[in-house]
């Protein structure tokens, strides 16, 4: 008789839908299942959402969200918990006081706008994320959008992605990651604590097609900690599937096309 098999790691997704699956928790999802782990989700809004924008969201209320993690965590457990979109300063304090009492790593992907410009963070919910959200990061992963609502610091090359990490972690995560994509040349990141700097390089694929790019990295990031692995080595693992995923983003409807989750399992194209 066969032996049951092992259950993967467990990581939970925090975020809104995107009803295009290129980002959010459908993003987060394939992540999951590409890299080995058994990915949950708590549903915080709904977006009707294609390559073109965001046409209407709509966020659940704060006891739906608490329900659902509750019924995650109580029973299955998790080994890391990512967030994405939280859309107001209830649902940020209702989600904060939710993982303070959890025991597992969390990294906080603080989405403010979506790849077309829409807002997905509500202005008065900024204070809620630097108050009650960054302090229980494991890690943190804003890109530079994110950086300039949070900080007020506008980075225009490298120097400026130090000075904005150190705001950052002002605001207590343990870890921050200033994704410096938005920037000419490489695609870099600095991972650092405020000790230790770690800058991560990627060749820039000439590639329109990376939606849901931030949602994958963090989800990436997660799946590495769930693993037990160390949060440089998680993100640097993280990094690497990120460019293979946008290497192979593809066109889908009239505008910006998602990367490919499942880059790794495909034929080479």
Same mark, same amino acid.
């Given at each position: 008789?066969?032996?049951?098999?092992?259950?993967?790691? +467990?990581?939970?997704?925090?975020?809104?839908?995107? #009803?295009?699956?290129?980002?959010?928790?459908?993003?987060?999802?394939?992540?999951?299942?590409?890299?080995? !782990?058994?990915?949950? #989700? *708590?549903?915080?809004?709904?977006?009707?959402?294609? #390559?073109?924008?965001?046409?209407?969201?709509? %966020?659940?209320?704060? /006891?739906?969200?608490?329900?659902?993690?509750?019924?995650?965590?109580?029973?299955?457990?998790?080994?890391? @918990?990512? !967030?994405?979109?939280?859309?107001?300063?209830? =649902? @940020? %304090?209702?989600?904060?006081?939710?993982?303070?009492?959890?025991?597992?790593?969390?990294? @906080?992907?603080?989405?403010?706008?979506?790849?077309?410009?829409?807002?997905?963070?509500?202005?008065?919910? =900024?204070?809620?994320? +630097?108050?009650?959200?960054?302090?229980?990061?494991?890690?943190?992963? &804003?890109? =530079?959008? /994110? @950086?300039?609502?949070?900080?007020?610091?506008?980075?225009?090359?490298?120097?400026?992605?130090?000075?904005?990490?150190?705001?950052?972690?002002?605001?207590? &995560?343990?870890?921050?990651?200033?994704?410096?994509?938005?920037?000419?040349?490489?695609? *870099?990141?600095?991972?650092?604590?405020? +000790?230790? %700097?770690?800058?991560?390089?990627?060749?820039?694929?000439?590639? +329109?097609?990376?939606?849901?790019?931030?949602?994958?990295?963090?989800?990436?990031?997660?799946?590495?900690?769930?693993?037990?692995?160390?949060? &440089?080595?998680?993100?640097?693992?993280?990094? /690497?599937?990120?460019?293979?995923?946008?290497?192979?983003?593809?066109?889908?409807?009239?505008?910006?096309?998602?990367?490919?989750?499942?880059?790794?399992?495909? &034929?080479?194209?």
């Amino acid at each position: 008789m066969t032996a049951p098999a092992a259950a993967p790691p +467990r990581v939970l997704t925090v975020a809104g839908s995107d #009803s295009g699956g290129g980002a959010g928790v459908q993003a987060d999802l394939k992540t999951m299942l590409a890299l080995g !782990t058994h990915g949950m #989700s *708590v549903l915080t809004a709904v977006t009707a959402q294609n #390559s073109l924008g965001v046409q209407g969201a709509w %966020e659940l209320p704060v /006891e739906a969200v608490r329900a659902q993690y509750r019924s995650v965590v109580d029973d299955i457990g998790v080994q890391a @918990v990512k !967030t994405g979109m939280l859309a107001s300063a209830a =649902l @940020v %304090e209702a989600v904060a006081e939710l993982l303070a009492g959890t025991d597992a790593p969390v990294v @906080v992907d603080p989405v403010g706008v979506s790849k077309h410009g829409d807002a997905l963070l509500a202005a008065e919910a =900024l204070d809620s994320v +630097r108050a009650r959200l960054l302090p229980v990061a494991t890690v943190a992963t &804003p890109n =530079l959008d /994110e @950086v300039a609502q949070l900080t007020g610091v506008t980075v225009t090359d490298e120097a400026g992605m130090r000075r904005a990490a150190a705001e950052l972690l002002s605001y207590g &995560p343990r870890w921050v990651v200033i994704k410096g994509g938005h920037l000419p040349g490489d695609a *870099v990141d600095l991972l650092t604590d405020g +000790r230790d %700097e770690h800058w991560l390089r990627a060749p820039r694929y000439d590639n +329109r097609h990376t939606h849901g790019t931030g949602c994958t990295l963090a989800s990436a990031i997660a799946c590495g900690l769930a693993r037990g692995q160390d949060v &440089p080595t998680a993100v640097r693992g993280a990094k /690497e599937y990120v460019t293979g995923a946008i290497r192979a983003g593809f066109a889908l409807g009239g505008g910006i096309g998602p990367v490919d989750h499942g880059w790794q399992a495909r &034929p080479t194209r």
